[in-house]
């Protein structure tokens, strides 16, 4: 009973993960390409490395 249980959550589950992916949104060259800039002012100060 409890392995019954706990396959139809993750079946139900995973219905719910994959309705919820939007595959059929359009791909345009706007969209496709992200910019990272980490020069910009307010971002965080670099993280010192650990010592040995």
Do not use: F
């Amino acid at each position: 009973m409890k392995r019954i249980l706990l396959l139809s959550i993750y079946v139900i589950a995973s219905i719910v993960m994959i309705s919820c992916t939007d595959d059929t949104a359009p791909t345009t060259q706007s969209n496709t390409k992200a910019t990272v800039v980490a020069t910009e002012s307010g971002d965080p100060l670099l993280i010192p490395p650990p010592k040995p």
